[in-house]
């Protein structure tokens, strides 16, 4: 790219930040819009790269005005409104402007990328690929949807390999920017329906990714079927393509059996179709992690990586920040965040919580992100929350939406079975949930929601842990 400055509309966001960071770590000049700050902004201004807020828009509103349009490429996300002041004055300048799954496509299409598609899943099954490329004599660059606790970062970079570990977002159809060489999809369960109308446009455009798979697809076995079904309606998909599925205790050409659970550890065996790896143990001992890295081992072998790198790999892999992180665990009380935002997601995180802590009092808190996401999942919102214990409601997240009439967290809470349910504001929660802690029964609480929720995980921990050390 014929640039020498680079300037991200949204920079916040946890893919834009990636792609800010390996430009500046590249020696371009970088700087940014946000509308607030957060901890990463605050680390990515610590790097060095300028950014300017809402608030301070009257003392320092272009922090753009001197860099020239020939030489600067803007690089934004669907999160910023159209009519947001900085992004209406780029336009106006008639400066380069695209989207960050563009920016990604081009950085990527001359490695070998290593991508992971699919609704559920993708943040932690790419960080376990990288992780195991990354510790292993093979190597990877990575851009990732998530910080991984091993790197704290959400990029990888390795000048010695030709390898780069992507994550696949079908938010806007972004992922068809990508050139993948191989992909793991997870699955297709419908989501976004803002964007795609209905689950049938949501599911072709996963076959039309896949059409643009160079080599090799690793896909769930239950999702197959629904990819190729529709493949004959995409582009050409290529007669060399190898697909593979995998599984968790069902026969696929990858698959994990003979799991597990004890004492807070989780060892399972792997299969392939060329080799059996016995006992291999979960760094991170949740079980929807079992099927992740089924799906990474079978793409980290299919590139080298050794048996005994993949046994290392997996016992160091160290999480990913928001994806079933435990941040109190005493006798009396336990607390875990999660990234969970669709019906089947919160299932998987209230399934394994219920499996670490089953003779607790189980308290779940979500914090609905998007009016279109509530409206079309609302049933199956309901049905999943109604599984737990006691359910606490935030109100919805908005991100980029405006709000819809008659969508709304008292909408859902009304549509929820289980007897213990209330909604709270924000301000409240951190009060709400100490005083939860504090009854006789031993409890474990839950954080759950893509939106804000997480500004309020570092306060949570830390007065649901000064309980016990006060008790």
Not at 50 to 60: G, K, N, P, R, W
Request: glycine share 6%; charged share 20%.
């Amino acid at each position: 790219m014929n640039y020498s400055h680079f300037y991200f509309l949204g920079i916040g966001g946890i893919g834009m930040s990636a792609i800010a960071r390996y430009f500046h770590h590249n020696g371009y000049e970088v700087r940014g819009y946000d509308r607030t700050p957060s901890p990463l902004t605050r680390e990515l201004e610590n790097e060095g790269i300028d950014i300017v807020y809402d608030e301070t828009m009257q003392t320092a509103p272009w922090n753009i005005n001197d860099w020239t349009k020939a030489d600067t490429l803007v690089v934004r996300t669907p999160a910023v409104p159209h009519e947001q002041e900085i992004y209406t004055f780029l336009r106006e300048q008639q400066f380069t402007i695209l989207k960050r799954a563009e920016v990604l496509g081009l950085i990527t299409q001359h490695n070998k990328a290593l991508c992971v598609a699919g609704t559920h899943g993708k943040t932690t099954t790419s960080t376990i690929l990288a992780h195991l490329m990354k510790q292993s004599h093979v190597g990877t660059n990575a851009f990732l949807g998530g910080v991984s606790n091993n790197y704290h970062s959400n990029l990888l970079i390795d000048t010695n390999s030709d390898y780069v570990v992507v994550e696949a977002d079908e938010y806007d159809r972004s992922f068809h920017h990508l050139t993948p060489f191989m992909s793991v999809i997870t699955s297709v369960d419908p989501d976004h329906l803002d964007i795609y109308g209905t689950a049938e446009a949501y599911r072709e455009s996963f076959a039309h990714y896949a059409s643009l798979v160079q080599n090799t697809i690793v896909i769930k076995k239950s999702a197959f079927a629904e990819v190729e079904s529709r493949k004959s309606a995409c582009a050409k998909v290529e007669s060399r393509k190898q697909i593979y599925t995998y599984a968790v205790n069902e026969v696929a050409d990858f698959y994990a059996d003979n799991i597990c659970v004890n004492e807070g550890t989780i060892t399972f065996d792997f299969h392939s179709p060329t080799t059996t790896i016995a006992h291999l143990q979960l760094g991170v001992p949740v079980w929807v992690n079992i099927e992740n890295s089924v799906a990474a081992i079978a793409i980290a072998m299919l590139n080298g990586v050794t048996e005994e790198e993949v046994r290392h790999g997996l016992a160091t892999f160290a999480g990913v920040y928001r994806r079933f992180n435990v941040h109190v665990n005493t006798p009396q009380v336990a607390y875990i965040d999660d990234y969970a935002h669709h019906p089947t997601e919160l299932e998987a995180s209230i399934r394994s919580i219920r499996q670490l802590f089953p003779q607790r009092h189980i308290v779940g808190v979500f914090q609905p992100h998007l009016y279109t996401r509530t409206r079309d999942f609302a049933d199956g919102f309901a049905a999943v929350l109604s599984q737990l214990d006691e359910v606490i409601l935030l109100p919805i997240y908005p991100a980029r939406e405006l709000p819809i009439p008659g969508v709304t967290s008292d909408m859902l809470l009304d549509k929820i079975t289980c007897p213990r349910k209330r909604l709270v504001q924000k301000n409240e929660l951190v009060e709400t949930l100490q005083s939860l802690s504090q009854q006789s029964s031993p409890v474990a609480i839950i954080t759950l929601g893509a939106g804000d929720i997480d500004r309020l995980v570092p306060e949570i921990a830390l007065r649901l842990q000064a309980n016990e050390t006060n008790s």
